[in-house]
Structures are given as C-alpha cells and as structure tokens.
C-alpha cells in the first residue's frame, strides 16, 4: 500500500484568491518583521523564476484559523 501523497503548488494569486487578501498581505504574512507577520503562516516554494504554495499548506493554515475562532 502506497503513503503517497500528491503535493499541489498553487500559484500567488489563486492562494490570493482562496485566502481573500492582497498581494502585499500576502508577502506581509510570511516576513517576519513585516506588520502583517503571522507565525507559521505557510513560506512559498520557488523553483526557478516561478513560486507559489503548497495546497495542503495553505488548507492546514486555514484549518487553524477555523479552529481558534
């Protein structure tokens, strides 16, 4: 039997989209020192010119917003 997972990168603005902020909230997020910073808030992947987030990330994030409120 298989564990495999299938891992989804999902590029900037469909992450934008899913989580309903702005780029710049966005980048805030994951910067510490920026004022928009939220400890383990999800770092994008680059591979080449090209970045984005893993899906299940951003779903776990989500996940634990859901569960503090």
Do not use: W
């Amino acid at each position: 039997m298989s564990t495999e997972r299938k891992l989804t990168v999902l590029r900037r603005s469909v992450v934008q989209q899913k989580l309903g902020i702005c780029r710049a909230t966005l980048y805030g997020r994951y910067k510490p020192g920026h004022k928009q910073y939220q400890e383990g808030f999800p770092k994008p992947v680059k591979d080449g010119g090209v970045s984005g987030f893993f899906e299940n990330e951003i779903d776990e994030y989500l996940m634990r917003l859901a569960a503090r409120r």
